[in-house]
């Protein structure tokens, strides 16, 4: 399926291959001169031009001069064309392999036939109804006699896979500009392929532009793509059946932006310094001219996209596909030959899924199992692979919906680096052989990306390792969770958040054990309340009492028995509730945080809050109570004082271990353990409350000076004046930092909003 004009320098439309060799037959070498699939590529494309029967002599015309694996491969899967060709088209019987050993003494042997090349015989003869005997077989090809019986059993004959293989392959006939065909005029032809030729056509009924697929199979496609409604796959209309010519019609959306594929050579071609989303509207300005059609003018995406940073551009194609082939899995419908030629592209950029290969006409054995499954083995996972070269011999590995998610993959790092994370440099020298080749590569560690400093490329890189797992179960498990990491590369402030950048103190942070952090935010605020109380009632509540030493043992003795009590029941409290955030944190390392664990995280502030501050408060009360009870000296002046004082101590006891905690929760602890998924479905509720108590608190930060002050008032002795205009002053500071830090705690959760709420639904940047 293909709205791509024609390149004057390529094959007409790759995405139009139905896949035969190791990439497709039609489709772009991603090398940078003509690999083996590019030559097949051409070799199939001088066999059509033959007619419709070739000759031996004919086929040796069409190889290449290569080497002699390379010759040897494409021969092969000329032959299986050939063959294909005679069934489809004449009614003479298939020529037998033997037929075209007599030629070709010099690349092939009956002793060296390819089991895949075996099969395409069989498969053919018994499309055509013969009877077909194992001796025939094992006397031909004493090497595979061991094959030979499940060749030709009934499990091959009656699998799905062996029928499918044999559908059509015949040409798809030629239209002609302007020549009228149902109810369509052809206006220009946009890509033209083995299996199906695709015009640019007008649909005179309905007085519009469409995409017209014309081939001579029909297969599942069209049934499975009328399930589908998403603003990233094409619209496919409707489809027809036209007697003169015998042909199936396909028509659809008509996208005029060209494909990924045409956006991966001018990667390719573009220093790495200066790619940029630049990139993705030069090959769609190309398309549109090539089709005479106008460029957007005043659009908000065409202008962000030509000053996007490139990692962040391909990380915004990435999560309209991921949502694509979420949306396609939900119907049960699998795309199976994700690639870059099958994503076109609007006059704006935005991607849309094309060909979903349901199931399609292609070569007949190994190639033609890889057609019923779908896909071009350079982009396919490794159960794919593995697929592929089991039909007709074991059970088939399920091809499910993380198969689509691999090769999506696949794809965005040919877009973002300019080729495939595995490369394979030998030539095949069979179907089989590719296959394999293909799968030992998917075995192998990926390269290492040596320019993801930034934090956009670095999130990128992490997101397409974990979905190129070479276990799927190991994988990102869904489009929905593929496209909600990828979304963090379209917000750098959040993605600092989620992979703060070394250097940073998000980082510095991040690499803390929060035991050490709870701590010392902790710690140190009630230290500080402890040296003003103390220094504060010295000087002026207890001063007469400290005067006289039996008293100044008795208030020792009170207050180590108070403390003795508090402290201890503090720490115990504290680290209790540090525990269920640790135990949060190593839980997200390998699976998905519980709700009990994000609760933890954004509770931990508010109760080590009011852990101090409500033993402060408590000490308050006890301390004046049990003096004034023991000390006639002790009267309500003082009981007034103290009890304001450690109110204060309270203050700021509660009030900046929230703060800071809450810093720290947002900034570490909660996007460390959402970052395995990014998905909270709770995220808008728990940030309003967490806002609403952060706001409370800072009205406390303001209270506490306000306190300070009213002791100042009270006051008559110089020395306790100056300490409480040291506290006030501090506090005053206090309350600066505290709001400050409201509005660090909003910004943070602003940012995650973009990436967590479920109010607010954008792939645009910064929206």
Same mark, same amino acid.
């Given at each position: 399926?293909?709205?791509?004009?024609?390149?004057?320098?390529?094959?007409?439309?790759?995405?139009?291959?139905?896949?035969?060799?190791?990439?497709?037959?039609?489709?772009?070498?991603?090398?940078?001169?003509?690999?083996?699939?590019?030559?097949?590529?051409?070799?199939?494309?001088?066999?059509?031009?033959?007619?419709?029967?070739?000759?031996?002599?004919?086929?040796?015309?069409?190889?290449?001069?290569?080497?002699?694996?390379?010759?040897? #491969?494409?021969?092969?899967?000329?032959?299986?064309?050939?063959?294909?060709?005679?069934?489809?088209?004449?009614?003479?019987?298939?020529?037998?392999?033997?037929?075209?050993?007599?030629?070709?003494?010099?690349?092939?042997?009956?002793?060296?036939?390819?089991?895949?090349?075996?099969?395409?015989?069989?498969?053919?003869?018994?499309?055509?109804?013969?009877?077909?005997? $194992?001796?025939?077989?094992?006397?031909?090809?004493?090497?595979?006699?061991?094959?030979?019986?499940?060749?030709?059993?009934?499990?091959?004959?009656?699998?799905?896979?062996?029928?499918?293989?044999?559908?059509?392959?015949?040409? +798809?006939?030629?239209?002609?500009?302007?020549?009228?065909?149902?109810?369509?005029?052809?206006?220009?032809?946009?890509? !033209?392929?083995?299996?199906?030729?695709?015009?640019?056509?007008?649909?005179?009924?309905?007085?519009? $532009?469409?995409?017209?697929?014309?081939?001579?199979?029909?297969?599942?496609?069209?049934?499975?793509?009328?399930?589908?409604?998403?603003?990233?796959?094409?619209?496919?209309?409707?489809?027809?059946?036209?007697?003169?010519?015998?042909?199936?019609?396909? #028509?659809?959306?008509?996208?005029?932006?060209?494909?990924?594929?045409?956006?991966?050579?001018?990667?390719?071609?573009?220093?790495?310094?200066?790619?940029?989303?630049?990139?993705?509207?030069?090959?769609?300005?190309?398309?549109?001219?090539?089709?005479?059609?106008?460029?957007?003018?005043?659009?908000?995406?065409?202008?962000?996209?030509?000053?996007?940073?490139?990692?962040?551009?391909?990380?915004?194609?990435?999560?309209?596909?991921?949502? %694509?082939?979420?949306?396609?899995?939900?119907?049960?419908?699998?795309?199976?030959?994700?690639?870059?030629?099958?994503?076109?592209?609007?006059?704006?950029?935005?991607?849309?899924?094309?060909?979903?290969?349901?199931?399609? %006409?292609?070569? %007949?054995?190994?190639?033609?199992?890889?057609?019923?499954?779908?896909?071009?083995?350079?982009?396919?996972? +490794?159960?794919?692979?593995?697929?592929?070269?089991?039909?007709?011999?074991?059970?088939?590995?399920?091809? =499910?919906?993380?198969?689509?998610?691999?090769?999506?993959?696949?794809?965005?790092?040919?877009?973002?680096?300019?080729?495939? +994370?595995?490369?394979?440099?030998?030539?095949?020298?069979?179907?089989?052989?590719? $296959?394999?080749?293909?799968?030992?590569?998917?075995?192998?560690?990926?390269?290492?990306?040596?320019?993801?400093?930034?934090?956009?490329?670095?999130?990128?890189?992490?997101?397409?390792?974990?979905?190129?797992?070479?276990? !799927?179960?190991?994988?990102?498990? !869904?489009?929905?969770?593929?496209?909600?990491?990828?979304?963090?590369?379209?917000?750098?402030?959040?993605?600092?958040?989620?992979?703060?950048?070394?250097?940073?103190?998000?980082?510095?942070?991040?690499?803390?054990?929060?035991?050490?952090?709870?701590?010392?935010?902790?710690?140190?605020?009630? %230290?500080?309340?402890?040296?003003?109380?103390?220094?504060?009632?010295?000087?002026?509540?207890?001063?007469?009492?400290?005067?006289?030493?039996?008293?100044?043992?008795?208030?020792?003795?009170?207050?180590?028995?108070?403390?003795?009590?508090?402290?201890?029941?503090?720490?115990?409290?504290?680290?209790?509730?540090?525990?269920?955030?640790?135990?949060?944190?190593?839980?997200?390392?390998?699976?998905?945080?519980?709700?009990?664990?994000?609760?933890?995280?954004?509770?931990?502030?508010?109760?080590?809050?009011?852990?101090?501050?409500?033993?402060?408060?408590?000490?308050?009360?006890?301390?004046?109570?049990?003096?004034?009870?023991?000390?006639?000296?002790?009267?309500?002046?003082?009981?007034?004082?103290?009890?304001? !004082?450690?109110?204060?101590?309270?203050?700021?006891?509660?009030?900046?271990?929230?703060?800071?905690?809450?810093?720290?929760?947002?900034?570490?602890?909660? +996007?460390?353990?959402?970052?395995?998924?990014?998905?909270?479905?709770?995220?808008?509720?728990?940030?309003?409350?967490?806002?609403?108590?952060?706001?409370?608190?800072?009205?406390?930060?303001?209270?506490?000076?306000?306190?300070?002050?009213?002791?100042?008032?009270?006051?008559?002795?110089?020395?306790?004046?100056?300490?409480?205009?040291?506290?006030?002053?501090?506090? =005053?500071?206090?309350?600066?930092?505290?709001?400050?830090? #409201?509005?660090?705690?909003?910004?943070?959760?602003?940012?995650?909003?973009?990436?967590?709420?479920?109010?607010?639904?954008?792939?645009?940047?910064?929206?």
């Amino acid at each position: 399926m293909s709205n791509a004009p024609p390149s004057p320098d390529l094959p007409q439309d790759p995405q139009l291959a139905e896949t035969i060799g190791p990439d497709g037959p039609f489709e772009e070498s991603t090398e940078p001169g003509p690999g083996v699939d590019r030559l097949l590529e051409e070799c199939l494309e001088q066999f059509l031009e033959l007619g419709t029967y070739a000759s031996p002599e004919a086929l040796r015309g069409l190889l290449p001069d290569a080497s002699r694996e390379t010759r040897r #491969y494409l021969l092969i899967e000329l032959i299986k064309m050939d063959m294909a060709t005679v069934v489809e088209e004449t009614d003479r019987s298939v020529p037998k392999i033997d037929s075209y050993l007599t030629h070709f003494k010099d690349l092939l042997h009956a002793d060296d036939v390819p089991i895949d090349l075996l099969m395409e015989e069989i498969q053919l003869r018994k499309q055509q109804g013969e009877d077909l005997s $194992v001796e025939e077989y094992v006397d031909r090809f004493p090497a595979h006699a061991e094959f030979v019986g499940e060749l030709l059993g009934q499990r091959l004959s009656q699998s799905p896979e062996a029928t499918a293989a044999v559908q059509s392959r015949s040409r +798809p006939p030629q239209l002609e500009i302007g020549q009228s065909l149902d109810d369509f005029v052809i206006v220009q032809t946009l890509g !033209s392929g083995a299996f199906a030729n695709v015009y640019l056509a007008r649909q005179v009924s309905m007085s519009r $532009v469409v995409a017209l697929k014309v081939s001579r199979g029909t297969g599942d496609e069209p049934q499975a793509l009328a399930q589908l409604d998403h603003p990233n796959i094409v619209r496919v209309f409707d489809q027809r059946v036209t007697e003169t010519p015998p042909s199936h019609l396909l #028509y659809m959306q008509f996208q005029p932006g060209g494909t990924l594929a045409d956006v991966v050579k001018i990667v390719r071609q573009t220093p790495r310094e200066s790619r940029s989303g630049a990139m993705l509207l030069e090959a769609i300005d190309r398309s549109l001219l090539r089709t005479a059609q106008a460029v957007p003018e005043r659009s908000t995406l065409r202008e962000w996209l030509r000053t996007a940073p490139w990692p962040m551009t391909v990380a915004w194609l990435g999560i309209q596909l991921a949502r %694509a082939l979420e949306s396609a899995h939900d119907c049960n419908v699998m795309h199976r030959d994700v690639k870059p030629a099958n994503v076109l592209l609007s006059a704006e950029g935005v991607p849309k899924l094309a060909d979903f290969n349901v199931s399609f %006409a292609g070569v %007949a054995g190994r190639a033609g199992a890889a057609s019923n499954f779908g896909g071009s083995i350079g982009y396919m996972s +490794p159960e794919h692979l593995r697929a592929i070269s089991a039909v007709g011999f074991e059970e088939v590995e399920e091809v =499910g919906p993380r198969a689509d998610l691999y090769s999506l993959a696949i794809l965005l790092w040919e877009v973002w680096q300019g080729h495939r +994370p595995f490369e394979v440099n030998d030539s095949p020298t069979s179907w089989t052989d590719a $296959v394999a080749q293909q799968l030992k590569a998917r075995s192998e560690p990926l390269e290492s990306v040596t320019d993801n400093q930034d934090a956009i490329s670095r999130l990128l890189e992490t997101t397409l390792r974990a979905a190129l797992r070479e276990q !799927s179960d190991e994988r990102i498990s !869904s489009g929905s969770e593929f496209a909600a990491k990828l979304k963090l590369a379209l917000h750098p402030e959040a993605a600092r958040l989620f992979d703060p950048e070394d250097g940073t103190w998000q980082r510095w942070l991040s690499r803390r054990s929060p035991w050490w952090i709870a701590a010392l935010v902790i710690l140190v605020p009630n %230290a500080i309340a402890g040296v003003f109380g103390r220094i504060y009632n010295q000087v002026d509540s207890l001063r007469p009492l400290l005067d006289i030493g039996e008293t100044k043992s008795t208030f020792n003795l009170v207050s180590n028995s108070i403390n003795s009590v508090a402290f201890p029941l503090a720490v115990v409290l504290v680290l209790y509730y540090t525990r269920d955030v640790v135990r949060g944190l190593k839980t997200a390392e390998s699976d998905h945080p519980s709700e009990e664990h994000l609760f933890s995280a954004l509770q931990l502030p508010h109760r080590a809050a009011v852990i101090g501050g409500i033993l402060w408060c408590v000490a308050a009360v006890l301390y004046p109570l049990i003096l004034s009870i023991l000390f006639e000296q002790f009267g309500m002046r003082e009981v007034l004082h103290f009890f304001l !004082s450690h109110v204060i101590c309270g203050g700021v006891a509660a009030i900046y271990p929230f703060f800071g905690l809450t810093i720290y929760a947002t900034t570490v602890l909660y +996007p460390r353990m959402i970052r395995s998924t990014l998905h909270d479905a709770r995220f808008d509720e728990r940030m309003e409350r967490l806002m609403l108590r952060a706001e409370r608190y800072l009205f406390l930060a303001c209270l506490v000076p306000l306190i300070g002050a009213s002791l100042l008032l009270m006051r008559n002795e110089d020395q306790a004046r100056w300490v409480i205009l040291i506290a006030i002053a501090l506090t =005053g500071i206090g309350s600066i930092a505290a709001f400050s830090a #409201y509005r660090l705690i909003a910004r943070q959760c602003s940012q995650m909003a973009k990436m967590l709420s479920n109010r607010k639904d954008s792939v645009m940047p910064e929206s």
